[in-house]
């Protein structure tokens, strides 16, 4: 059992959150400053204001732990929360507790989520591979580290 095993699901979602908007902090050297909203009632954890082109986007992270015995994570977006407003972004990564690092991430404009998901009642559930080489649905929006995360947010902040 690790440390992450005794987190709740919630206290889990913040550490990552946090997480998440520190890692955009340093990768970014100071330019992108994330914010976290008082309440993430509407489905937005983060917002990410450019410095240099004062532009925001708003992001919903969806997290899980890193588990070496599995090949695919699931990553549900209720549809109470929904939205494909412009400037809005799916963020799902996994997080490693060990090092207490980003593992791998995704990050999809909101506008694309149903078209990757698949549509339950409820629900849009998304199924990426956590293999480098996938081709699943989830892939082009895939990124390694935290520097090609940073690098895609600052090019999406500078086309908006």
Not at 5 to 33: I, M, P
Not at 47 to 71: F, H, P
Not at 94 to 99: L, Q, S
Request: aromatic content about 6%; glycine content about 4%; proline content about 4%.
């Amino acid at each position: 059992m690790t440390v992450a095993d005794h987190l709740s699901s919630t206290q889990k979602g913040n550490v990552a959150e946090h997480l998440v908007a520190s890692a955009l902090l340093v990768a970014s050297n100071g330019r992108l400053a994330p914010f976290v909203p008082l309440a993430d009632d509407h489905g937005l954890d983060l917002i990410v204001l450019d410095k240099v082109t004062r532009r925001m986007i708003a992001i919903q992270v969806k997290s899980s732990i890193a588990n070496a015995g599995r090949d695919t994570v699931q990553f549900d977006v209720r549809k109470q929360t929904f939205s494909q407003a412009t400037g809005e972004f799916l963020l799902m990564v996994v997080f490693e507790p060990a090092r207490m690092a980003l593992a791998v991430s995704w990050l999809i404009p909101m506008s694309l989520v149903a078209s990757v998901a698949t549509e339950q009642a409820e629900k849009y559930a998304l199924v990426p591979s956590l293999k480098v080489a996938a081709k699943d649905r989830c892939r082009p929006f895939r990124y390694d580290d935290t520097w090609q995360l940073t690098a895609a947010i600052l090019k999406q902040l500078e086309s908006a």
